[in-house]
């Protein structure tokens, strides 16, 4: 975990010292420098740090206001004692404040009045902080947790350092402060880290925080030798698979529904070795409200929307799409399933992910589970988005003639409302293949494909599939 927030705090700084487009900040070691975020105005960040617009415009020489963009980088008043660069930092599983207090050399009480938080109790993971960063070199990391009945000299011998400077590093007033199971922090080389979770376990991360409804997120754990891990999220059984190209590294996929309510979340974290338990961890996880639109009313066949028949095709559904399989079908990002291209507008939405609907009449309780795509674009043909094996080619109620494809370790992908389907259930169908032909059966207004992907058991934004690279 210390390594990533050592590497994630330099590459902030270079990315933003190399990138930022206008720059008001001069060097001034009066006051520390803040990099504007997108979509910050100067007001939200008066506000965000307790001064007024008139004084950031005066203390940086700004002729105009509505230059202030995204890298632009500014001085900051009135934060005494407080020097350096000013960063965003989105808290990780295992971090906690007095942690960066300790690891950055930073009073925790001044991270207290720079974020505005009366208690450390209340950062959650995906809690974005201010961090104050000065000198890269001397941040400190994670090199062991203090073992039962562990002495002041043991700790130190352990580190090979001076018992007085351990001491000091970590906030330590005497030997007798030392508690079992607490975190010591040191200057070490990156082999030696390790997390506060297990002394097994290099770093869990979780990305991308905070969790949004509908997206599609990535748990890595990075152990020091291999190991068994389980856990959840929300409820959701966590399935974890070795990275192909990393050595006792591990990933789990997890989709967050569209409709999960914001708020906290319980993630938990188990781990095993030879079967013997080694850890046990839980912690709460900031999820919020994604941003989607309200379609105008639907209306639509009246036994398209009665629970009495909608409700077994959802059972049908949800066991066609919670198998888990180990292995993994897909490489890469996935593929629009039709002809042509976002960029030349030979493609084109009907319908996004995750927009609110009412169905004849009925209240917003229902949200779009996909992607629809027109039929005025090159052809009606269907292609499978990615590699994998078709686990239902049949005709339904609701998604009329569909055909879901399983991709392995519990990504699915679906095509309904089509014409005619070109595929059988056990095929193994490659990238790009023909599966299809776009039609209007089932609950429609007229003539698509609705395509959806399914990520351990919860539908989310396919267009993330298509941008991203998931393990």
Avoid at 18 to 31: H, L, R
Avoid at 290 to 297: C, R, V
Wanted: aromatic fraction near 10%.
């Amino acid at each position: 975990m210390r390594k990533k927030f050592c590497l994630s705090l330099l590459i902030s700084i270079l990315f933003l010292t190399f990138n930022s487009t206008i720059i008001f900040a001069q060097d001034n070691p009066e006051y520390p420098v803040y990099v504007v975020q997108a979509g910050e105005t100067l007001t939200l960040i008066a506000e965000k740090f307790n001064t007024t617009v008139d004084e950031l415009i005066s203390i940086n020489g700004i002729v105009n206001a509505d230059l202030i963009s995204e890298g632009t980088e500014l001085f900051i008043p009135g934060l005494e004692g407080v020097t350096g660069r000013l960063i965003t930092h989105a808290v990780n599983i295992g971090e906690t404040l007095e942690d960066f207090s300790i690891a950055n050399a930073i009073p925790l009480q001044t991270l207290l009045s720079l974020n505005k938080i009366t208690s450390p109790n209340e950062i959650y993971v995906g809690t974005n902080i201010i961090l104050p960063v000065s000198d890269e070199a001397n941040v400190l990391s994670v090199a062991h947790t203090v073992k039962s009945q562990d002495t002041l000299l043991e700790n130190a011998v352990r580190q090979q350092s001076n018992p007085w400077v351990l001491l000091q590093q970590n906030n330590l007033r005497t030997g007798n402060s030392l508690i079992p199971s607490t975190p010591i922090f040191a200057q070490i080389s990156s082999d030696q880290i390790v997390s506060t979770i297990s002394p097994v376990i290099r770093d869990v991360e979780i990305s991308p925080l905070p969790l949004v409804q509908g997206t599609t997120i990535v748990i890595k754990v990075e152990a020091t030798e291999p190991i068994d891990l389980s856990g959840s999220l929300d409820g959701h059984t966590l399935h974890f698979f070795p990275y192909q190209d990393q050595v006792n590294a591990y990933y789990a996929i997890q989709g967050i529904h569209a409709m999960a309510e914001p708020g906290l979340v319980s993630f938990t974290l188990n781990g095993s070795l030879q079967g013997a338990p080694v850890f046990s961890y839980d912690q709460m996880l900031l999820q919020q409200a994604g941003t989607f639109i309200q379609d105008p009313p639907l209306y639509v066949q009246d036994e398209t929307v009665d629970p009495a028949i909608t409700g077994p095709e959802e059972e049908l559904v949800m066991s066609c799409t919670s198998q888990i399989s180990p292995e993994k079908y897909w490489g890469g990002s996935f593929r629009y399933p039709v002809d042509g291209s976002v960029e030349d507008d030979t493609i084109g939405f009907m319908s996004t992910f995750g927009n609110r609907r009412s169905y004849n009449g009925s209240e917003y309780t229902y949200f779009h589970s996909g992607l629809d795509f027109g039929v005025y674009m090159n052809s009606l043909n269907i292609y499978a988005a990615e590699s994998g094996t078709v686990v239902f080619a049949g005709s339904l109620t609701v998604r009329g003639n569909a055909t879901f494809i399983d991709h392995g370790q519990g990504i699915f992908s679906g095509y309904f409302h089509q014409s005619q389907i070109l595929v059988n259930v056990g095929d193994y169908v490659q990238k790009g293949q023909l599966i299809g032909l776009i039609g209007s059966t089932g609950r429609v207004t007229g003539p698509h494909l609705h395509w959806e992907i399914w990520a351990n058991g919860v539908q989310v934004n396919p267009v993330d599939w298509v941008l991203n690279t998931y393990p």
